[in-house]
């Protein structure tokens, strides 16, 4: 069984930057797809950027673009989210998530692992 560890969450400003950090641990596959969802209080979870295993695999969603990078080191099964220049509708909780499938749209489509969350609260 896989296990995702997420980190790095936490209060910080508008305009602000802020990374986290995603540690897949167990059985992992020899290779597999990771990304990140977000749920802001209220609202329905949402996509926010993949990574398939190869570094040209990666796809990020509308509402970050420009201001947000998935990267990934696979020697370590780690992904990584950098969040620049964060805005107040940010605020959500932010789930690492895996797939067995390899390939950026399944990550994007039904991931299969999920992480318990980290907190990420944009203030002004």
């Known amino acids: 069984q896989v296990q995702l560890v997420e980190s790095g969450g936490g209060l910080v400003q508008a305009g602000e930057s802020l990374r986290l950090s995603c540690a897949a641990s167990?059985?992992?596959?020899?290779?597999?797809?990771m990304g990140w969802f977000r749920q802001a209080p209220g609202r329905e979870r949402e996509f926010v950027a993949a990574?398939?295993?190869?570094?040209?695999?990666?796809f990020v969603a509308q509402s970050v673009q420009g201001r947000f990078k998935i990267s990934r080191d696979n020697s370590k099964n780690t992904v990584y989210l950098q969040m620049n220049n964060l805005r107040l509708e940010d605020t959500a909780t932010y789930y690492c998530?895996?797939?067995?499938?390899?390939?950026?749209?399944?990550?994007?489509?039904?991931?299969?692992?999920w992480g318990q969350g980290t907190l990420v609260t944009v203030s002004s």
């Open positions: 167990g059985r992992t596959p020899d290779t597999f797809g």
């Open positions: 990574r398939g295993w190869t570094a040209d695999s990666t």
């Open positions: 998530v895996a797939s067995s499938d390899p390939d950026v749209h399944a990550v994007v489509a039904d991931p299969e692992i």
